[in-house]
T-cell receptor, first 111, second 114 residues
Framework: GGIITQTPKFLIGQEGQKLTLKCQQNFNHDTMYWYRQDSGKGLRLIYYSITENDLQKGDLSEGYDASREKKSSFSLTVTSAQKNEMAVFLC??????????FGKGTRLTVV | GDSVTQTEGQVALSEEDFLTIHCNYSASGYPALFWYVQYPGEGPQFLFRASRDKEKGSSRGFEATYDKGTTSFHLRKASVQESDSAVYYCALGPNDTNAYKVIFGKGTHLHVLP
């Protein structure tokens, strides 16, 4: 089996700060995703990538950048942290039309 | 665009009650449909899927049948246990118009009381 590792588990940042969240997978999956999870709003897609160096915007991409320099890693940058974006950020991966595997998440707090 | 709508908010049941969580989708073609379950402190995990009309998916006593006529994939379990307390997500897989995107519903928080 494989695993998705997200770092850090908890991230505290200042308002206006640029923050980076990292994700590694060892499934050898082609597609990787970043979702944001807010209470009562489910999972909203920020960015996804179908292969190395590919980036596709999701429904919530404004205020975020992403990078897929290697097949196994996918990072997400919050370009200017805002207090209203405190949430859990979930990284995931999948092969084609199969199930999605998730990491345990990074909880972001902005002070 | 493609979307998923499921029973919103919280569902509270007693042990051995029958569970139904409604899920309806809007998409073209025959997208795969999924159910995921999320326990506290964890990411969502795959429960089961179905890929074509009338196909039934099942796992751990949960089941759902793909119904293209009513565009539904309702989650059911005959007798819930306290350990089933979790958040359940219905999801829409890639299809002709969305080759790679997976779209999740807003989640349903199931509380099972002993």
């Amino acid at each position: 089996g494989g695993i998705i590792t997200q770092t850090p588990k908890f991230l505290i940042g200042q308002e206006g700060q640029k923050l980076t969240l990292k994700c590694q997978q060892n499934f050898n999956h082609d597609t990787m995703y970043w979702y944001r999870q807010d209470s009562g709003k489910g999972l909203r897609l920020i960015y996804y990538s179908i292969t190395e160096n590919d980036l596709q915007k999701g429904d919530l991409s404004e205020g975020y950048d992403a990078s897929r320099e290697k097949k196994s890693s996918f990072s997400l940058t919050v370009t200017s942290a805002q207090k209203n974006e405190m949430a859990v950020f979930l990284c995931a991966s999948s092969m084609s039309n199969t199930e999605v595997f998730f990491g345990k998440g990074t909880r972001l707090t902005v002070v | 665009g493609d979307s998923v709508t499921q029973t919103e908010g919280q569902v509270a049941l007693s042990e051995e009650d029958f569970l139904t969580i409604h899920c309806n989708y809007s998409a073209s073609g025959y997208p795969a449909l999924f159910w995921y379950v999320q326990y506290p402190g964890e990411g969502p995990q795959f429960l089961f899927r179905a890929s074509r009309d009338k196909e039934k998916g099942s796992s751990r006593g949960f089941e759902a049948t793909y119904d293209k006529g009513t565009t539904s994939f309702h989650l059911r379990k005959a007798s819930v246990q306290e350990s089933d307390s979790a958040v359940y997500y219905c999801a829409l897989g890639p299809n002709d118009t969305n080759a790679y995107k997976v779209i999740f519903g807003k989640g349903t928080h199931l509380h099972v009381l002993p």
